[in-house]
């Protein structure tokens, strides 16, 4: 099901901060960013190999990303990885008992498809599922 890891998300306090270290001291070439109004957030894209690195700052107080940073601090949010057919990869992973917090793929980032598995299904690891054309 998996092709590969898609990205890895961050969460940061703030974006332009958080990219100085990002860019000077790793010397990663930010690609865009974007608002997802839906999801509360504002992206920033790092490519790095043949993955990328997505710092996610909220947009809102009140925002996912907001909620998981008073929760637990900055760090790594979600891991993502590519699938094929992301309708396809939600009802598989149903069908193994995995909790989903998307039965229907929503617009993610970038123009990706994507969904969540639930993390007391994963491990205590937030999963995205996403697919890309």
Known sequence: ???KIDHIGIAVKNLEESLKFYQETLGLDLT???VVEEQKVRVA???????????LESTDP??????HIEKR??????????VENIEAA????????IRMIDEVPRYGAG??????????????VL??????E
Request: glycine share 14%.
């Open 111 to 124: 123009g990706a498809k994507i969904a969540f598995c639930h993390p007391k299904s994963t491990g205590g």
């Open 45 to 55: 894209f790092l490519p790095i190999g043949d993955t990328e690195i997505e710092l």
């Open 32 to 34: 865009g960013i974007e």
């Open 1 to 3: 099901m998996a092709r």
């Open 90 to 97: 939600i009802a598989e992973m149903k069908e193994k008992g």
């Open 62 to 67: 009140e925002g996912p990303i907001a909620r």
């Open 127 to 132: 999963i995205e599922l996403t697919e890309r």
């Open 73 to 82: 601090g900055q760090g790594v949010q979600h891991l993502a990885v590519r």
